[in-house]
Nanobody, 112 residues
Framework: QVQIVESGGGPVQPGGSLRLSCAVS????????MAWYRQAPGKQRELVAV???????NYADAVKGRFTISRDNAKNTVSLQMNSLKYEDAAVYYC??????WGKGTLVTVSS
């Protein structure tokens, strides 16, 4: 059974940083691309960042230069380092696998 568990969300001030982590079990992690999505209240879920099985990365324009996605195949984890956070980054962040398994999300709030 595939399990996806996100962690690391919480409150942060504008300009601050957070690191989200996603632990994956029940599948051969290294075989799959991984991605982070987010959904803000009243908005559609949107892609934030992708990392392929060969470590190529791609980012939404809104987060380029501020967010970094990485993976550790030995630990079956994928992380999202978020710097210079803005109010508009506030959302529930979801980790998803290339074979379409999703975590329950972790909430990021940005406020002063």
């Amino acid at each position: 059974q595939v399990q996806i568990v996100e962690s690391g969300g919480g409150p942060v001030q504008p300009g601050g940083s957070l690191r989200l982590s996603c632990a994956v079990s029940g599948m051969i992690f290294s075989f799959y691309d991984m991605a982070w999505y987010r959904q803000a209240p009243g908005k559609q879920r949107e892609l934030v960042a992708v990392i392929t099985r060969s470590d190529h990365t791609n980012y939404a324009d809104a987060v380029k230069g501020r967010f970094t996605i990485s993976r550790d195949n030995a630990k079956n984890t994928v992380s999202l380092q978020m710097n210079s956070l803005k109010y508009e980054d506030a959302a529930v962040y979801y980790c998803t696998t290339g074979n379409n398994y999703w975590g329950k999300g972790t909430l990021v709030t940005v406020s002063s």
